[in-house]
Antibody, heavy 121, light 110 residues
Framework: EVQLLESGGGLVQPGGSLRLSCAAS????????MTWVRQAPGKGLDWVSL????????FYADSVKGRFTISRDNSKDTLYLQMNSLRAEDTAVYYC??????????????WGQGTMVTVSS | QSALTQPPSASGSPGQSVTISCTGT?????????VSWYQQHPGKAPKLMIY???KRPSGVPDRFSGSKSGNTASLTVSGLQAEDEADYYC??????????FGGGTKLTVL
């Protein structure tokens, strides 16, 4: 079964850092763009970042630009999100997701189970 | 980028059809055919139901269909079933490599 498994969430103080990982299995990871989407408790979905299949192109929501960095290691079938200067408003479940096709589109068909990030003192 | 506008709730009886709207602007929904719809049950990850306005991923029942007119996209669920009760989110490419989501619609099967 095609699967994504996030890890790395936890409790961090404001201004702190955290690195999320997303391990992919049973699909050709290196051929698909990947994205991070978050969901604050009781709220809707909020797009965070996207990386191309090679990792050569990366894109960010204005709310995280300059603080978060998306990256991938195609040799390890793993996606990352480095989060610095964390704020209370970054508290959310963070999902990684796979683009539905190998060509440019903005739908994502495989999602991980999510990892909770709590920013609080 | 402003969120897309969805009604907070929708409802229908089993077997009926219900349509959920998603209103954006000429800079997102109106300008690109990159509208997607996601279903999310409580405590679960989102599931892609529709992409590129009206395409269904494999495994999604043909009771789910999508359309777009101008700045408004729509998701129609026909032959409502109890398991369709969930939150539904639309999304659209918003230009400048940016993705925007709607606020979500809670679908209740009466």
């Amino acid at each position: 079964e095609v699967q994504l498994l996030e890890s790395g969430g936890g409790l961090v103080q404001p201004g702190g850092s955290l690195r999320l990982s997303c391990a992919a299995s049973r699909f050709t990871f290196s051929t698909f763009a990947m994205t991070w989407v978050r969901q604050a408790p009781g709220k809707g979905l909020d797009w965070v970042s996207l990386t191309s299949a090679t990792g050569g192109s990366t894109f960010y929501a204005d709310s995280v630009k300059g603080r978060f960095t998306i990256s991938r290691d195609n040799s390890k079938d793993t996606l990352y999100l480095q989060m610095n200067s964390l704020r209370a408003e970054d508290t959310a479940v963070y999902y990684c997701a796979k683009r539905v096709t190998t060509v440019t589109t903005w739908g994502f068909d495989i999602w991980g189970q999510g990892t909770m990030v709590t920013v609080s003192s | 980028q402003s969120a897309l506008t969805q009604p907070p709730s929708a409802s229908g009886s089993p077997g009926q059809s219900v349509t959920i709207s998603c209103t954006g602007t000429s800079s997102d929904v109106g300008d690109y055919n990159y509208v997607s719809w996601y279903q999310q049950h409580p405590g679960k990850a989102p599931k892609l139901m529709i992409y590129e306005v009206n395409k269904r991923p494999s495994g999604v029942p043909d009771r789910f269909s999508g359309s777009k007119s101008g700045n408004t996209a729509s998701l129609t669920v026909s032959g409502l079933q109890a398991e369709d009760e969930a939150d539904y989110y639309c999304s659209s490419y918003g230009g400048r490599s940016n993705l925007v989501f709607g606020g979500g619609t809670k679908l209740t099967v009466l």
